[in-house]
């Protein structure tokens, strides 16, 4: 099996019983080995008072793209550790998009880098999450 088909087998599982990505709205736009892209439309049930997207959804969002990345290698990972910079409101109605990619790995640890961009180009915001390798696998592959 190529690393492509590994992560698009890892991530066809992980999507099958994602029900909060699903729920939100995301789409699962491309993924690779240490890369994935996720988007969504803002809705008003997803606008704060402000009348701009609430930072959790961003965060939500950013996050399902670092989880498709770091999981990629059909090895169950976890984060360990996020951060969230919001550099610019995402706005109602457009299309927001994360893109995940790893920065690095060793054993069971990973870093890995998102950006929210607005439909525009713009970055919305920087996200770090920081994984960790545990047991098992997203779907059955023999490991020799």
Request: hydrophobic share 35%; proline share 3%.
């Amino acid at each position: 099996m190529t690393p492509q088909e590994r992560a698009e087998r890892s991530a066809q599982a992980m999507w099958d019983k994602d029900a909060a990505s699903k729920w939100l709205g995301m789409t699962l736009d491309t993924i690779g080995p240490g890369t994935a892209t996720l988007s969504f439309q803002v809705q008003d049930h997803h606008l704060n008072g402000h009348r701009i997207c609430h930072g959790g959804y961003i965060f939500t969002l950013a996050d399902s793209a670092f989880a498709f990345a770091c999981n990629s290698y059909n090895r169950v990972t976890v984060a360990q550790e996020n951060s969230i910079t919001f550099l610019s409101p995402g706005q109602p109605g457009e299309r927001l998009t994360a893109q995940a990619a790893e920065v690095g790995r060793a054993g069971r640890s990973g870093v890995y880098d998102v950006r929210v961009t607005g439909a525009d180009g713009r970055t919305v915001a920087m996200f770090r999450g920081l994984s960790r390798t545990i047991k098992g696998q997203n779907f059955e592959e023999d490991e020799t």
